[in-house]
Nanobody, 122 residues
Framework: QVHVVESGGGSVQSGGSLKLSCRAS????????MGWYRQAPGKEREMVST???????TYGDSVKGRFTISQDSSKATVYLQMNSLKTEDTALYYC????????????????WGQGTQVTVSS
């Protein structure tokens, strides 16, 4: 079993900062990457940022230059530092860990947390 738990969400004014944390536990030694995704009411879930085991990062266009993802591999934890927050960043933020499928060797198996709410007010 794999468990993914997010923390750090909350309410902040526009221009403020928050730092999210996500810890994965369980059968995760074959982890390929971890990442953050978000879903606002009435919108589809979108990728915010991901980081691979070797530290390669990706960012969604809307957060580039404002958000920074990092990881502590020893703790199977990833962080998302969010600066210069905007009202449009308001969403439920999910963390996901993607594992390598033992049959195919490909990074296919994703496990999700329950999400943490981020609310940015003007």
């Amino acid at each position: 079993q794999v468990h993914v738990v997010e923390s750090g969400g909350g309410s902040v004014q526009s221009g403020g900062s928050l730092k999210l944390s996500c810890r994965a536990s369980g059968f995760i030694f074959s982890s390929c990457r971890m990442g953050w995704y978000r879903q606002a009411p009435g919108k589809e879930r979108e990728m915010v940022s991901t980081i691979t085991k070797d530290g390669t990062t990706t960012y969604g266009d809307s957060v580039k230059g404002r958000f920074t993802i990092s990881q502590d591999s020893s703790k199977a934890t990833v962080y998302l530092q969010m600066n210069s927050l905007k009202t449009e960043d308001t969403a439920l933020y999910y963390c996901a860990v993607t594992l390598r499928d033992p049959s195919s060797g490909q990074c296919l198996l994703s496990y999700w947390g329950q999400g943490t709410q981020v609310t940015v007010s003007s």
